[in-house]
């Protein structure tokens, strides 16, 4: 009760202290009197206002609130992780929008069969048009939903009857499933989205900027720019009522403050935050700090396409130099677990008996002098302030890699930087930090996308093709046995490569207040507002 009485009375200072008298911008949906007012209120201070509620437009906040908006036709198991927190479980796929599924003897189709009787927060009832019509908006976009698209072999679309929908594959695909528990290609309810599209945006983008139309959970009821968006339950959504009724999205910038204000029982939730603050929030009162494994890796990245890096024993050497233990404690303050491959540990397929690369200062003075380097090389590391870990990190490899003659001269860069230079249209960087997570856990997704040219995330250039066409082997084989063989060739080319310093699996954390219930972790490391409760 005492904690209940003070986050009362925090939320109204909260709101005080930070609401901001803007304009706002409204959605005017037919189930506003149902969810109307009364039941819990969850706040999450966050860092910004989503820029928009398109699953293909990722503006800062769109990925953590359209997943609570729009319904996949598939979802994760869910299982027990460490420290009372529960996670998905990659292995099993469970029904959601669609209550059954079946594959085509050759594997080059499958027909899903639709719930009947799911409705929106419009209250229109999803058919198998609103699935075709979802998927063909991503692929017209040519996003990030079409990129799903294509990696899982879909090729088209098409409507069976009402509530059944068939995809039509290129090739056997092994990652449909697990790509389609994602939040993008979103599933819209198209009766309502095209009411609002207009020939110069035949999809209603400019609409769902401040706007919803899903299956989901929650809708947007309001969006004050600026400031907070606010989110109603679904009245009509066809699973478990959730718990809080309304959520406050709040927009609280700087990281410090986000902390106080959990302190205080000003919120229930906050994000991004770092190991120290993490640490800190595990000594308070009235706050319960949370971690699972994760997806998430931190990383220096070689690009063989400059020199010295062209050379493999100089990779190879950067590694064997890294001082992996130091890193751990130092930068990640012990919340954090090494790196030992391409793939995080939470993907199938995952195999650290592969791994090499523990710290050994002399076999790296051998390789360097064996590459032509007896005295050591002078490098340049880029980092950006995108992670809180990039520049911790380099201080960490410059002291580290000094003792095998590996000199390094820290360059900070703009954000705007790294990210156009680490782009797949660019990746003119030699030697930079950089993050990844595979919102997709599935070896051959995660691969492709970080280790192949044809990888949005190789940002490195790095190209094998042994290594390519293995991947591309696997990515059209049903078999899990068959796959994992090549997955595993696939994960010892990369070790041997080294192109990368396989840095730490950081791990999912997240904060919240110590009343709050239900957590499970999902790849995209965001918290779903429907499994949480007071």
């Not at 027990?80 to 998905?88: L, M, R, T």
């Not at 790294?418 to 960087?429: C, G, S, V, W």
């Not at 696997?474 to 396989?502: F, G, K, M, P």
Request: hydrophobic share 35%; aromatic share 10%; glycine share 8%.
């Amino acid at each position: 009760m005492a904690r209940g009485l003070r986050g009362r009375a925090g939320r109204v200072a909260a709101a005080l202290s930070l609401t901001l008298v803007v304009a706002a911008c409204s959605a005017s949906n037919p189930s506003d009197e149902e969810s109307g007012g009364g039941g819990d209120e969850l706040i999450v201070a966050a860092v910004n206002v989503p820029g928009g509620f398109d699953g293909d437009v990722l503006t800062p906040g769109t990925q953590h609130t359209v997943t609570q908006l729009y319904e996949p036709l598939v979802g994760y198991g869910v299982k027990e992780a460490e420290g009372g927190a529960s996670e998905v479980d990659a292995t099993v796929i469970e029904p959601r929008l669609a209550e059954s599924w079946e594959f085509a003897e050759d594997e080059l189709s499958v027909v899903f069969k639709l719930r009947e009787g799911v409705q929106s927060n419009w209250g229109n009832e999803l058919t198998a048009e609103d699935v075709q019509w979802s998927w063909d908006k991503s692929k017209d976009q040519g996003r990030t939903g079409a990129f799903i698209g294509e990696v899982s072999n879909v090729e088209s679309v098409e409507v069976v009857s009402d509530y059944e929908v068939k995809f039509n594959l290129t090739d056997p695909s092994p990652i449909l499933l697990r790509a389609l528990t994602l939040y993008t290609p979103s599933i819209y309810d198209s009766t309502e989205m095209k009411k609002h599209a207009t020939e110069d945006d035949p999809w209603a983008l400019e609409w769902i900027k401040t706007n919803s139309a899903g299956f989901g959970p929650y809708y947007v009821d309001e969006v004050k720019a600026g400031s907070e968006a606010i989110f109603k339950a679904n009245p009509n959504y066809y699973g478990d009522e959730p718990h809080f009724t309304t959520v406050v999205y709040r927009s609280v910038p700087d990281a410090s403050t986000r902390v106080q204000l959990l302190q205080a029982g000003s919120v229930d939730w906050i994000e991004e935050l770092t190991f120290q603050q993490l640490n800190e929030l595990e000594k308070s009162d009235g706050v319960k700090v949370q971690s699972v494994a994760g997806n998430f890796q931190a990383r220096a990245l070689m690009n063989p396409n400059y020199e010295p890096f062209k050379d493999k024993r100089v990779r190879q050497a950067i590694n064997f130099a890294t001082p992996h233990e130091q890193i751990l404690t130092n930068v990640f303050a012990g919340r954090a677990q090494q790196s030992r491959g391409p793939l995080v540990s939470t993907i199938p397929c995952y195999n650290d008996q592969l791994w090499s690369y523990e710290t050994d200062v002399d076999q790296a003075k051998a390789l360097l002098a064996d590459a032509g380097f007896p005295n050591g090389i002078d490098i340049t590391l880029e980092y950006s302030g995108l992670n809180w870990w990039e520049e911790p990190l380099g201080i960490q490899l410059k002291d580290g890699l000094a003792k095998a003659g590996i000199r390094v001269n820290l360059k900070r860069i703009p954000d705007a930087d790294m990210t156009a230079r680490a782009a797949i249209t660019e990746r003119n960087l030699p030697f930079f930090t950089f993050y990844e997570q595979s919102i997709v856990l599935d070896p051959g997704y995660s691969m492709l996308l970080t280790s192949t040219p044809d990888g949005s995330a190789d940002r490195n250039a790095y190209d094998n093709p042994e290594l390519t066409k293995l991947i591309q082997q696997a990515n059209v084989i049903t078999d899990e046995t068959q796959r994992c063989e090549l997955i595993n060739q696939a994960q010892q080319i990369h070790l041997e490569d080294a192109s990368w310093i396989y840095s730490a699996e950081i791990g999912g954390h997240e904060a919240m207040g110590e009343d709050i219930e239900g957590w499970v972790w999902h790849p995209d490391n965001h918290e779903r507002w429907a499994d949480l409760s007071r």
